[in-house]
């Protein structure tokens, strides 16, 4: 049933077998989770790479960084380009290997933290995430100083494959 101003209510059902293949375990409270099963040989091995992302959306925060750590990177998230600035231009901050740049935040947008950092020295890889996919959108994130460009929705070999070749670091499992 829909109604307008309150949504839509809807229940979907699926005939599926059921898999007991691996069966399910419960843990006990403090309990290590299992291993994760192994990646595919498509994977992209970031272990050890240390990345500084700047997005105001707390689902993408959480999808993004999740992606990434389960491929090993150390993963710092910050909610606008200003806060991204300021750490990264921080001396006493550690330093990252990259900059993962959402460029459509509030406080301050990341084609301005781009520039700002490019101005203020930072010669890092920046590597811009945006929904705005045309040839036109691709070539603003570069002019700000941004290194490539990924769009979104994201693509996690293509975001991957990236980081790697930004950084020289990661390396394509095989």
């Not at 989770?33 to 500084?52: E, F, I, N, T």
């Not at 600035?85 to 509030?106: E, F, I, T």
């Not at 994130?141 to 020289?168: E, F, H, N, Q, W």
Request: aromatic share 4%; with cysteine; proline share 7%.
């Amino acid at each position: 049933s829909s109604q307008v101003g309150r949504g839509s209510r809807f229940s979907v059902e699926i005939d599926a077998p059921m898999v007991r293949e691996h069966g399910f375990h419960q843990l006990q409270p403090g309990a290590d989770a299992p291993a994760a099963p192994p990646r595919p040989a498509h994977d992209h091995d970031l272990r050890g790479l240390r990345v500084l992302f700047a997005e105001d959306g707390p689902d993408n925060q959480r999808l993004i960084s999740h992606l990434l750590r389960r491929r090993g990177a150390s993963v710092e998230i910050v909610d606008n380009g200003r806060d991204a600035v300021n750490r990264v231009l921080d001396a006493a901050s550690p330093g990252y290997d990259v900059l993962l740049l959402d460029m459509q935040m509030p406080i301050m947008d990341g084609y301005q933290a781009a520039a700002t950092l490019r101005a203020g020295g930072h010669a890092g890889p920046i590597l811009a995430l945006t929904a705005n996919v045309l040839p036109v959108d691709r070539k603003r994130c570069l002019a700000a100083g941004c290194d490539d460009y990924a769009s979104k929705p994201i693509d996690v070999d293509d975001l991957c494959s990236k980081l790697g070749r930004l950084t020289g670091r990661a390396k394509s499992g095989t």
